[in-house]
């Protein structure tokens, strides 16, 4: 699927909970919308917000409708983590096949390491809102 339209997908996450707009056998598809939904943060809000709504009143809801929220709640969430980890970097080095310090032993290099603690705030631009 293309990119789906912000203003149909935001038609969408207004009636996904009724299905007589979007009938049950149309389900198994759903999980393209949801992906949309959860790269927009707008939408994502929102869509959180309805789900929050639907999961905390489970016996207001058909089973089908608690389905669809939570696999929107999941897609959600992935793409939360997805988002969270895209900043994270991780680097192992291994020191033991380090030969190019003639004058420090393995021992001595790791000792002469200077772990310093910075405000990462400082690095990090605000995205306007």
């Known amino acids: 699927m293309n990119a789906a339209p912000r203003d149909l997908l935001r038609q969408f996450l207004d009636s996904f909970t009724d299905i007589a707009v979007i009938p049950v056998r ?23 917000e309805k789900c929050n709504y639907v999961l905390e009143n489970l016996s207001a809801h058909s089973p089908e409708i608690v389905t669809r929220c939570s696999r929107l709640y999941e897609a959600l969430t992935a793409a939360k983590e997805r988002d969270a980890a ?36 400082d690095y990090i631009e605000e995205s306007p809102s």
């Not at 389900?27 to 929102?46: C, G, N």
């Not at 080095?93 to 310090?101: K, P």
């Open 26 to 48: 149309l389900t198994p598809v759903l999980s393209r919308y949801y992906d949309a939904i959860a790269k927009d943060p707008e939408l994502s809000k929102l869509a959180l």
């Open 86 to 121: 895209g900043n994270l970097i991780v680097e192992h080095i291994n020191l033991e096949s380090v030969s190019d310090m003639p004058f420090l032993s393995r021992d001595q290099h790791m000792a002469n390491l200077i772990i310093e603690e910075i405000d990462v705030a």
